[in-house]
């Protein structure tokens, strides 16, 4: 006979990191022993941050099976897939969204698996746990955001609700080179990117895509500057301690590629993105020094150029930016899951993303149509 469990761990190096990553096909780098154990053992995670680790492990007859990055919320911040929305109506009808369940990547919009299992059968099971420990702690909901199309579908056959949502993805279609890239953009955009390219590498220094033993720990000091920067401008506070980035540099720097703009020998200007086997994920920006365009050339012309070198198949340059349109990253469908406890709360939820979702297919046609390519 065959049991199947699920636990919750209260940290990630309750488990072994080759129990834990042996449940996936190591694509993802955010859904790694490695990464998780980084964040939480740089105290962005934990503590006071509002994501409190609470880990699925299924076991199969007591062998790890599959595991779920899940945390108990105590806010909404740091997900970027929004539910204020919900909580501020939750509230005013008398109830408490907080605390909830939220299976996801901590700071990191990047689509993943998020029921990391080979059998079907165990990614229902955690999917289902996490329904019945948000039930039995009286929370009022669990998500799963950032998840697979496919992952979105076991969902909605076992009751949860799916949502859609957007985000600017660039697909190699097979390119060589970005100057082949450029050749698909019509005759207007590719000038513009042109001139836009121009007109960053002529900022007075040299731009260097840095990664594995190429980076040194001087490179982290640069930029925490610019991540710090950033973060006071557009969230207030930063989510990622300065250790973090020590840990990626001591485990994950062959996962990294660091797009570092110099001038005069001082870095002034930097984008950091992870690599997957398949997908360059963009994630963090900041500078010291403002310049024109060196935002887009290093975030993502730099990006597609990397990917095009490397074989890869798409750049996801992190959430929202119409902005990415030009540049050549198409509107794409993003997946969550929801399960919400009270049953009047839940039905008009399932009204609101039902409209919400076709707001956002129409959205996706309409800005698509004003993309940088060719027509037919």
């Not at 007859?61 to 595991?67: E, Y």
């Not at 079907?120 to 329904?131: F, N, R, S, T």
């Not at 998840?147 to 993805?169: F, P, S």
């Not at 000038?191 to 840095?210: C, D, H, M, Q, V």
Request: hydrophobic share 40%.
């Amino acid at each position: 006979m065959t049991e199947l469990t699920v636990s919750v761990l209260p940290r990630i190096d309750a488990i072994p990191a080759g129990d834990w990553d042996g449940c996936g096909d190591g694509g993802d780098p955010f859904t790694t022993h490695r990464f998780l154990l980084a964040l939480e053992q740089s105290g962005s995670v934990g503590g006071r941050t509002g994501w409190h680790p609470s880990h699925l492990v299924a076991r199969v007859d007591g062998a790890v099976a599959g595991v779920s990055p899940v945390y108990l919320k105590t806010h909404s911040q740091g997900e970027y897939i929004f539910d204020h929305a919900w909580a501020d109506a939750w509230a005013r009808a008398g109830g408490q969204y907080y605390p909830k369940l939220q299976c996801a990547v901590p700071f990191t919009p990047a689509t993943g698996p998020r029921l990391i299992a080979r059998d079907p059968a165990v990614q229902a099971a955690l999917l289902a746990a996490m329904a019945q420990v948000a039930g039995q702690a009286e929370l009022s909901s669990a998500h799963v955001t950032f998840c697979t199309q496919a992952e979105r579908d076991l969902g909605e056959a076992q009751g949860w609700l799916g949502r859609t949502t957007t985000q600017y993805h660039w697909e190699n279609r097979g390119y060589g080179s970005f100057e082949d890239f450029l050749g698909d953009l019509s005759s207007r955009k590719r000038k513009a990117i042109r001139k836009e390219r121009e007109r960053a590498n002529a900022f007075g220094g040299t731009i260097r895509s840095l990664t594995g033993d190429e980076l040194r720990p001087g490179h982290w000091d640069a930029f925490w500057r610019f991540y710090q920067d950033t973060g006071s401008r557009k969230w207030g506070r930063p989510y990622l301690t300065r250790d973090f980035f020590d840990r990626l540099h001591e485990t994950m720097r062959d996962d990294v590629l660091l797009v570092l703009a110099e001038r005069e020998g001082r870095p002034v200007a930097g984008a950091l993105n992870l690599i997957g086997r398949d997908i360059l994920f963009g994630r963090y920006w900041g500078c010291v020094e403002d310049h024109p365009y060196l935002h887009f050339e290093l975030c993502y012309h730099r990006a597609i150029d990397w990917a095009i070198a490397h074989g890869l198949s798409r750049v996801e340059a992190g959430a929202q930016g119409e902005h990415k349109l030009a540049r050549g990253y198409l509107p794409s469908q993003i997946h969550s899951l929801h399960w919400v406890a009270d049953a009047g709360f839940r039905r008009a939820l399932a009204d609101h993303l039902e409209q919400e979702g076709q707001a956002v297919g129409d959205d996706m046609a309409e800005t698509a149509a004003f993309g940088p390519f060719k027509r037919g």
